[in-house]
């Protein structure tokens, strides 16, 4: 199955998005300062190659191949990620704020949704083979509700530079007062607490 990932890869490569965020280019590439060999492999990114015949997680997990990882990138307006979902497993609400996602799923079943800025739900469940888009910017989700078996899937971001706010992470595991969040969560501090102590050590 995951040798299937460079075909799909190839086929998910043709797909422009049209809602790019980086800013135009005046040069055909960007390369990083003092760099100044150019050749084929400044363009090639093997990062996807552990992958192959590699163990099946046991959490959530996500490779990128973003301007950080992959320096060519850099004002392309593209990026990608690969995301593996054991069974029962979540990729929590986050956003990207500089890129929609283009999300491809390859094998198994996904629960997915986003929350537009009317607080509107939108979900689907995905099959094998569908494509789903996160529009930029917007609160998402993926879930893996299958007990007994994997996901995989691929995004394609309209950025090289995407950016991930994990809603969880960015709200419970920084230093806002516990006062404040519970306030704003119409609760207790004690319960802030326990939430923060759940999380700590999983951003």
Same mark, same amino acid.
């Given at each position: 199955?995951?040798?299937m990932f460079?075909i799909?890869?190839?086929?998910? %490569? ?17 390369l ?5 060999t150019?050749?084929g492999n400044?363009?090639t ?6 992958l192959l015949?590699a ?7 996500v490779l990128?191949?973003?301007m950080a990882?992959?320096?060519a990138?850099?004002?392309? %307006?593209?990026s *990608?990620a690969? +995301?593996?979902f ?5 990729n929590?609400?986050?956003t ?6 283009? +999300?491809f799923?390859i ?7 986003f ?7 939108f979900?689907?469940?995905?099959q ?5 888009v996160f ?7 993926? *879930?893996?509700?299958?007990k !007994? *078996? ?13 950016g991930?706010?994990s809603?969880?992470? %960015?709200v419970?595991?920084?230093?806002i007062d516990?006062?404040?969040l ?7 501090v *004690?319960?802030?607490? !326990?939430?923060k102590?759940g ?5």
């Amino acid at each position: 199955m995951k040798t299937m990932f460079f075909i799909i890869a190839l086929i998910l %490569s043709a797909i422009n998005e049209s809602t790019a965020g980086d800013p135009d280019i005046l040069s055909d590439f960007i390369l990083p300062p003092g760099n100044t060999t150019v050749d084929g492999n400044f363009f090639t990114y093997t990062g996807m190659r552990v992958l192959l015949d590699a163990p099946e997680p046991k959490t959530f997990k996500v490779l990128k191949a973003s301007m950080a990882e992959f320096p060519a990138l850099n004002g392309q %307006s593209v990026s *990608y990620a690969v +995301l593996e979902f054991p069974p029962n497993s979540v990729n929590p609400p986050h956003t990207h704020p500089r890129a929609s996602e283009l +999300l491809f799923l390859i094998d198994g079943t996904l629960e997915v949704g986003f929350v537009d800025t009317t607080n509107k739900l939108f979900t689907q469940t995905l099959q094998m083979g569908d494509i789903f888009v996160f529009p930029k910017g917007l609160v998402h989700f993926q *879930y893996n509700v299958d007990k !007994k *078996y994997d996901a995989f899937a691929v995004s394609a971001f309209g950025s090289a530079n995407a950016g991930t706010v994990s809603v969880p992470n %960015s709200v419970f595991n920084s230093t806002i007062d516990d006062e404040i969040l519970a306030l704003s969560f119409k609760t207790d501090v *004690y319960t802030i607490q !326990k939430i923060k102590a759940g999380l700590a050590g999983k951003n």
